[in-house]
Structure formats: C-alpha cells, structure tokens
C-alpha cells in the first residue's frame, strides 16, 4: 500500500497523564521557551496530524489540558493514570482501535521532538499492519514509536509501566528504525529542564 493511503486514519498520540514524581510538580505544564511542554507536544502532533490527535491526561487534568486550549484534537481522562503509563497507552489504543489504523504514540516530556520527525515516521509507513516505526537514539529503540493496528490488541491490554516495547522484539512485526537522536533529551527533573534551555540557547 502507498504511504499516502492510511494516512488519514493514523493518529498522534501524546501521553500527557503521569504525577512526575521526580520534577516535584506537574512536569506538563513546565514551560520550555515560554511554552508548557505538553502543549509543545501537542502542537507537534496536531502540526503532524490534524484533528486526528490525541492527548491522554490525568494527573491535574484540567491544568494540563487547559495549557492545550484550544486545540485540534481532542482528549481523554486516565482514571488509573497512577498505575503506569501502560494504563495510558491501553486507554488511547481501546478508544481509537474503530477509527485508527496506526497510532504514534508520544511523550510529553520528549522536549526536543520535531513535528517534521514524527511527518518522517507517517511517511515511512507502508500501511501494514505489521510494521512498526520506532525512534532511535542513543544506542536504543523507543518513542516516538508508530504502532500498527496489529498490535492494538496487546496495546489495549497494557497495565502497569509496560509501554509496548516488547513489541519491538515480537517476531510477528517488522521494526523499521528512524535515527533522530534529540529524541535521547527528556525531561525528568527541574534541572533537566534548565540544561535543555541553556543548551538551546547557546
């Protein structure tokens, strides 16, 4: 199938519900350039995507939310977001699974992501429902990470912190990789933060 055909029933997904324990407040709404981290997250999703994005929330959702206001795509509420971010990712895929024939799932805190990085993931999709397009980076494999609809019922099924990345060493799906190292750049604490602002500046 050409590139261009399923693209319009791929949808962004940007997992924005956690407590980021570790950052000491709610980590989504800490700005970078002025500009809350999941909005630029979800700005880069809808700038990939459209309407045709997602943004799961739960921990202080109407704040995180609200910093998306107005926004393209539309939301959903994480009840169980303390559980893990595989309860994230089971939410999303349970409510796209009869509309979507991929999903990119993204993170919040994945500061440095472009939407031209997840337009290049879009664009090397064959359309099949076994191949996945992965990020690579430092030596890894992981997020953004495009999940066929092949894998929505193991997606749906995900609890805890397991966040489909034993997918990518199932034998029943081609992993297909795009190198974009900034992906390596997350956010964990205020001080990552600060280095990342430090660094873009200089």
Same mark, same amino acid.
């Given at each position: ?10 949808? #962004? %997904? $940007?997992?924005?519900? =956690?407590?980021?324990? &570790?950052?000491?407040?709610? *980590?989504?709404? @800490? ?7 999941? &909005? ?11 309407? *045709?994005?997602?943004? $799961? ?25 303390? !559980? =893990? ?7 999303a895929t349970r409510s796209l699974q ?6 990119? $799932? ?12 997840? *337009? #290049? ?22 997020? /953004? %990470?495009?999940? /066929? ?7 749906? =099924? ?6 489909? &990345?034993?997918?990518?060493? !199932?034998?029943?799906?081609?992993? &297909? ?5 900034? @992906?390596?750049?997350? $956010? !964990? ?14």
């Amino acid at each position: 199938m050409a590139a261009h055909g399923p693209i319009s029933q791929l949808f #962004a %997904v $940007v997992l924005a519900a =956690g407590s980021a324990t &570790r950052f000491g407040s709610t *980590k989504q709404l @800490a700005e970078l350039g002025g500009v809350p981290l999941v &909005r630029r997250a979800a700005n880069i999703a809808t700038g990939a995507c459209g309407s *045709k994005t997602l943004l $799961v929330v739960g921990h202080d959702w109407k704040a995180v939310s609200h910093a998306c206001d107005p926004s393209q795509g539309f939301l959903i509420v994480n009840e169980h977001y303390a !559980d =893990g971010v595989g309860t994230s990712i089971a939410a999303a895929t349970r409510s796209l699974q009869q509309v979507a024939r991929a999903i990119i $799932v993204m993170l919040a805190d994945q500061a440095m992501i472009t939407t031209e990085h997840v *337009k #290049a993931m879009c664009d090397a999709w064959s359309g099949a429902d076994d191949e996945i397009i992965a990020t690579a980076y430092s030596d890894t494999v992981g997020a /953004p %990470v495009l999940f /066929p609809r092949g894998c929505f019922t193991e997606l749906s =099924g995900l609890r805890g912190d397991a966040g489909g &990345r034993h997918l990518l060493t !199932d034998g029943r799906f081609r992993v &297909r990789k795009i190198n974009f190292e900034p @992906a390596a750049v997350d $956010v !964990d604490t205020p001080d990552d933060l600060t280095q990342i602002s430090r660094n873009a500046r200089s």
